[in-house]
C-alpha cells in the first residue's frame, strides 16, 4: 500500500500531535477544579477547618486516579505516535472522539468525588475512562493493521507491549463498574492496581524478548 496515504487529509503530523497534547494538557489541568477551596465564612475553628480538609479527601484521591491516568494514556498515545509516519482519516476521527472524552474527565472526576457513597458517581468516572482507554486501544489496534502508517523501522511486533498496557485501563474500568453495580462505594480504588500490573507485564515483556 502507498506510504504517502496518510498525508491526504491535508493535516500534517505535527499539528495533529499538539492539538492532542494541548487538549490532554488542558485536562490534566483542569482536574485540580474538583478540589474546591472551603470557604473562609464557613469555617470558625480549626477543628472545623480539619473536618473539611477530610471531606476534600476522597476528591483529592479522584483528582490523583485521574492525573496518573491520563498521563499514562497521553505517553501511550505520544509511543504510539513517535512510530507514525503518517496519519490517516480512519485514525484522525478515532482521535477526535477520544480527544472528546478526554476533555469529559474533568467532569466525571469531580462528579466521582462529590458523590464517594454512591456506585452510580464511580461508574459516571470508570465508564468515561472505560471509553477513552478502549478508544486509545482501538488506534493501538489500528495502526497495527494499517502497518503503512508506520515508520519504516518499526514493526508490527514493536506494537505488542503498548497494546498490552494500554488494555489494563478498560479492563480495570469494566471491573470497577461490576464492583459498583454491586454496591461498592470503592470501586475507584481498582486503579491502584495499575502500577503492579504494568511491572508485571513489563516484566514478562523482557523475559520473552
Request: glycine content about 8%; some cysteine.
Amino acid at each position: 500500500m502507498d506510504r504517502t496515504q496518510g498525508t491526504r487529509i491535508g493535516f500534517s503530523k505535527s499539528r495533529f500531535e499538539a492539538l492532542t497534547d494541548g487538549i490532554f494538557a488542558i485536562a490534566m489541568t483542569l482536574l485540580v477544579l474538583s478540589l474546591g477551596v472551603p470557604t473562609v465564612s464557613r469555617i470558625s475553628t480549626g477543628a472545623a477547618l480539619e473536618d473539611a480538609l477530610l471531606g476534600l479527601f476522597p476528591d483529592f484521591i479522584h483528582y490523583c486516579i485521574a492525573f496518573l491516568i491520563l498521563h499514562g494514556m497521553w505517553v501511550s498515545h505520544h509511543i504510539l505516535t513517535r512510530m507514525m509516519e503518517y496519519i490517516d482519516r480512519w485514525f484522525l476521527d478515532l482521535n477526535t472522539i477520544l480527544l472528546m472524552g478526554v476533555a469529559v474527565i474533568p467532569f466525571s472526576t469531580a462528579f466521582s468525588g462529590d458523590f464517594p457513597d454512591a456506585p452510580i458517581a464511580a461508574m459516571i468516572l470508570e465508564g468515561n475512562l472505560l471509553v477513552v482507554g478502549g478508544l486509545l486501544l482501538l488506534q493501538w489496534i489500528y495502526v497495527g493493521k494499517n502497518e503503512h502508517l508506520l515508520r519504516s523501522e518499526i514493526t508490527k511486533k514493536d506494537l505488542s507491549l503498548g497494546k498490552r498496557m494500554i488494555t489494563v485501563i478498560p479492563a480495570l474500568s469494566t471491573l470497577g463498574i461490576l464492583l459498583a453495580l454491586a454496591g461498592s462505594t470503592w470501586s475507584t480504588a481498582i486503579y491502584l492496581l495499575i502500577p503492579p500490573i504494568f511491572f508485571w507485564i513489563r516484566w514478562r515483556h523482557r523475559s520473552s524478548a
